[in-house]
């Protein structure tokens, strides 16, 4: 290690490196960004407790990467962290823990002279000297005293196949020729400000050639700008022939990234499970049963306990015919699309029908009586008092964003240049309460629904967001209504951010503490459940201040309160008449920030599919609400 500075420059949670900022993705520390490099360059050598267990995901993530045989994924990581490192930040152990990144933009602005230069010209140096204070880790330029900081330019390209490559500010500024005075000008860039767009002069200090980035933006600028050259920076690779058209993109914007991840609970083991099932999702654990006596020996161990509940010899067979499938003799799917595995349908079972004796360390159930009056919309209220959920991130997007019943939509970019063996993965504890809506209700509402006006406006608005995104428009002919969640999704989903805010307000726990996921089923199997549950990695989670709220008379009031609250927007008549209109093709109805809008990372769906017309009347089609007339606020 450099003794002029330290290589720690900066500190992310690991819930950041998974939804906000992970491999390919840039993040803004204090002075300048960094972008998050792939997986080679990770390292968990000498860090113990950084495996987190869950078949159940571990088979999903090899199912919606395609991967078999010996190329499966085998363990889901965390990031690398050493207890204590804090405490000793100048020891080489804590000086080479961490999540490895590298400057990102490359050409930095000297903010006090203008110079617009690449990050290895002599102009900048690196200063990083307090091994405690990583976050001040900076560039200056030696242009006057005092070293003032140089930042990143922030002006990149990228391309809807995923690449991002640094803006070509030399070639830009001369019109695609070389600098006549020089092989490697120097550049001032001065932004002059304005509030239409970005109005930034690049001017060439060797031969005075200006332009203003403005030349670059918009449809019409893309033709001063070249093909995109394939760079995957984060893996330091080019993909050759890639033949999309580059897009200027500021680098803090929010479609740089999208991260795709798969999250499953921790589910008790399912003393009745089909056995393929179960050796699949425990193919880690299990792999090696190939024989009686192999299996006699696992099933004397405490942690193999529940083999005793299935045939030995059915066990040997299951196992062996799985590493069949894995070694190729079964029909596998076709490779390059991404699928995702089934992980709601057995949630949904262990949730709605498991009785509370099935608890373990990470699951735990407790039915609690519906009160008289919530018997008409509620099946179930059950108390989810312990949880755990494990993470994986398999890829990401740039500019279109993932979408989880439609994953043909983006380009998905990897992790890696060669094929991994783990990929990157958080867990987080905490508690939740399970609603299990009346299906007898839900089906009746649903087949009114399928031909309300309104209904059929969000149905349009659909076909038209998938007409309007760029990866769909390049594929092609595609079916706009593929990924359509159905009527039933819709009011689960509005039922459970009204649920949400009211409990953000009773208990005190932010919203953006708190998760969702949404049981909904298909055609075949259709679902009525919401889970809501805490999702943050910290005690907060897990203090009981959400389950309790289950409990009567609180839980009545709580649906009340937000059947109440949603009758009423602050942005009414506006919110309460929204419907998306032809041109329009955003994906919500009477739905606002006022109202039923939480934290993106609170939603799964990003603010979608949700209008509060389906729940309470609003003055216009009363037919189409689903709420009992009992709780109409």
Known sequence: ????????????????????????????????????????????????????????????????????????????????????????????????????????????????????????????????NNPRTPHEAKFVHDCKPGKPLAVAARFTLVCTSGHLDEFPYAPFVHHGNACTKAPRPLLRMKDHGGNQAANVTLECVACGERRNIRDAMGERGQRHLPRCRGRHPHLGTFDAGCDEQATLMVAGASNQWFPITLSALALPPAKDADLAELVEERWAELQSVTSRAIFDAFARTPAYGYLKDHDPEAVVAAVLAHQDRLDGKAAQETAGTLTTGDLLSPEWAVLAFSSADDATEDFALEDVP?????????????????????????????????????????????????????????????????????????????????????????????????????????????????????????????????????????????????????????????????????????????????????????????????????????????????????????????ACHVCLFVSETTCERGNRFLDRRFLVPLGDESDQVLTPISLRP
């Open 1 to 128: 290690m450099s003794t002029n500075y330290f290589r720690r420059v900066g500190t992310a949670r690991a819930s950041h490196l998974m939804y906000t900022a992970g491999v390919g993705a840039l993040i803004d520390l204090p002075n300048f960004s960094v972008l998050v490099k792939g997986l080679e360059s990770w390292s968990h050598q000498g860090l113990p407790g950084h495996v987190i267990d869950e078949p159940r995901l571990r088979t999903a993530v090899n199912r919606s990467l395609q991967l078999y045989g010996a190329a499966r994924i085998h363990e889901l990581r965390a990031a690398p962290w050493m207890e204590g490192a804090d405490n000793s930040p100048k020891d080489w152990p804590a000086q080479g823990v961490g999540v490895p990144v590298t400057p990102f933009p490359q050409w930095l602005r000297c903010t006090a002279c203008n110079l617009l230069a690449p990050i290895d010209a002599e102009a900048f140096a690196f200063v990083n």
């Open 370 to 590: 519906v009160t008289e009056g919530l018997a008409d919309l509620f099946a179930d209220v059950r108390q989810v008092q312990r949880l755990r959920e494990a993470r994986a991130l398999i890829g990401f997007t740039r500019l279109d964003a993932p979408d989880p019943e439609s994953p043909e939509i983006a380009t998905p970019v990897r992790l890696a240049r060669t094929s991994q063996n783990w990929v990157p993965a958080s867990e987080v504890r905490g508690e939740g309460i399970f609603l299990r809506v009346r299906e007898d209700l839900m089906a009746e509402w649903e087949e009114r629904m399928r031909k309300s006006p309104a209904m059929q406006a969000h149905r349009e608005a659909f076909a038209r967001f998938r007409t309007n995104r760029k990866s769909d428009r390049l594929r092609g002919e595609f079916d706009p209504m593929h990924g359509w969640p159905g009527e039933r999704y819709l009011a689960l989903h509005s039922l459970s951010h009204l649920l949400i805010r009211a409990i953000s307000l009773e208990c005190g726990y932010s919203s953006a503490s708190l998760g969702e996921r949404i049981y909904a089923g298909d055609e075949e199997s259709p679902h009525t459940g919401i889970l809501i549950y805490t999702a943050v990695p910290d005690a907060e989670g897990t203090l009981g201040g959400l389950v309790s709220l289950a409990e009567e008379p609180h839980f009545e009031r709580i649906v009340r309160r937000a059947l109440r609250d949603a009758a009423r927007c602050s942005s009414d008549p506006l919110c309460a008449e929204r419907l998306p209109k032809d041109p329009a093709d955003y994906l919500h109805g009477a």
